[in-house]
């Protein structure tokens, strides 16, 4: 029996091809990278720093375009418009960040999900972070809570405004909304380092619903310059009063 080696030959390169081509295809792929790695930590912040702002560069380190579906920030975080949504291989975009760190000492997270057509990371996470330091702590609590509103009752709100810096602070310009809600803390009142001035809010409603309130004040810290307090309450029906 003759064999044809010259058949064989072509049926083996042809295999080859089609299998070469096939690999191929698997490994061709975008792939999502955030340049400077998967965290941003700014470290130790004011409250006048707020809101942060930063830059995520993402790359496409694959070989095949790389397509931006979505960029979706948590509460808290903003994220503008990514400049390029569709990456070309070694392509690069740029996603402007602002962060706000609110009101709560401490360190602060957000996240940045960035959405993508890579196989293998289609939903990558990006984390920021930033620990706010207050030279002013309102405790125990940042706002007022009236328990036991009722009508023709006065209640009372007590909270305490600490001093955790190395400089006296004086307080001035003290303002309340509604001006039915009187406080004992004075324009002028200075505390000291360590030192905590304790503020009370009155209220005597004169009908049912809600209290909504609001204490601001301006600080003499340059890096807390202004304190603003809120507090709120449901105010119940009396029987003595006439809560209309």
């Known amino acids: 029996m003759k064999i044809n080696y010259s058949s064989n030959k072509t049926y083996s390169i042809l295999l080859l091809f089609v299998f070469s081509f096939a690999f191929g295809s698997m490994l061709a792929q975008p792939k999502l990278e955030i340049i400077g790695g998967d965290k941003y930590d700014w470290g ?45 291989p070694n392509e ?18 957000k996240t940045l999900t960035i959405t993508t057509n890579d196989p293998n990371n289609s939903s990558k996470i990006f984390r920021l972070q930033a620990e706010l330091v207050k030279p002013i702590v309102i405790s125990p609590a940042g706002y007022f809570t009236f328990t036991t509103l009722k009508v023709g009752t006065e209640t009372a709100s007590t909270l305490y405004i600490e001093n955790v810096s190395d400089k006296e602070i004086k307080l001035s310009n003290i303002e309340v909304n509604p001006s039915n809600v009187k406080i004992n803390l004075k324009d002028g009142k200075v505390i000291k380092p360590g030192e905590k001035a304790e503020i009370t809010a009155r209220y005597t409603p004169d009908k049912s619903g809600y209290l909504n309130c609001t204490v ?28 209309k």
Do not use: R
Not at 223 to 241: C, H, M
């Open 44 to 88: 130790k912040v004011k409250p006048k720093d707020s809101p942060l702002k930063t830059k995520v560069i993402v790359k496409n380190i694959g070989n095949e375009d790389l397509k931006i579906l979505n960029v979706k920030p948590s509460c808290g975080c903003t994220a503008a418009p990514i400049d390029k949504n569709i990456l070309k």
């Open 92 to 109: 690069t975009a740029t996603i402007d960040l602002s962060f706000n760190v609110g009101t709560n000492p401490g360190v602060n997270s």
């Open 216 to 243: 601001t004040m301006k600080t003499s810290h340059p890096d807390q310059n202004e304190i603003t307090i809120t507090g709120y309450g449901k105010i119940e029906d009396s029987a003595v009063f006439n809560n």
